[in-house]
Nanobody, 115 residues
Framework: QVQLVESGGGLVQPGGSLRLSCAAS????????MGWYRQQPGKQRELVAS???????TYADSVKGRFTISRDNAKNTVYLEMNSLKPEDTAVYYC?????????WGQGTQVTVSS
């Protein structure tokens, strides 16, 4: 079982920036497909961004050009750089690791965008 620990959430004003981090356990991190998801109250969890081992990335249309996902395989860590934040980005953000058909989730970190 892969353990994932997120950090970096908080309160930020519209137009501001935050960087989320997710530290993963295990010696096979470089093989994991890593993703960030978010869930707003009353809504389903949605994919924000993902990155495979070679560094190829995908993004939800709503965050393209504003968010950047990256990974450091030497540190077993994936990041989500969030810029130009909007109130509609407010959600609990979850880190996800997918490997060998299994999904693992972090505990989530709250991001609130408000003035």
């Amino acid at each position: 079982q892969v353990q994932l620990v997120e950090s970096g959430g908080g309160l930020v004003q519209p137009g501001g920036s935050l960087r989320l981090s997710c530290a993963a356990s295990g010696s096979l991190f470089s093989m994991y497909v890593m993703g960030w998801y978010r869930q707003q109250p009353g809504k389903q969890r949605e994919l924000v961004a993902s990155i495979i081992s070679r560094g190829v990335t995908t993004y939800a249309d709503s965050v393209k050009g504003r968010f950047t996902i990256s990974r450091d395989n030497a540190k077993n860590t994936v990041y989500l750089e969030m810029n130009s934040l909007k109130p509609e980005d407010t959600a609990v953000y979850y880190c996800n690791a997918y490997i060998f058909g299994h999904d693992c989730w972090g505990q989530g970190t709250q991001v609130t965008v408000s003035s």
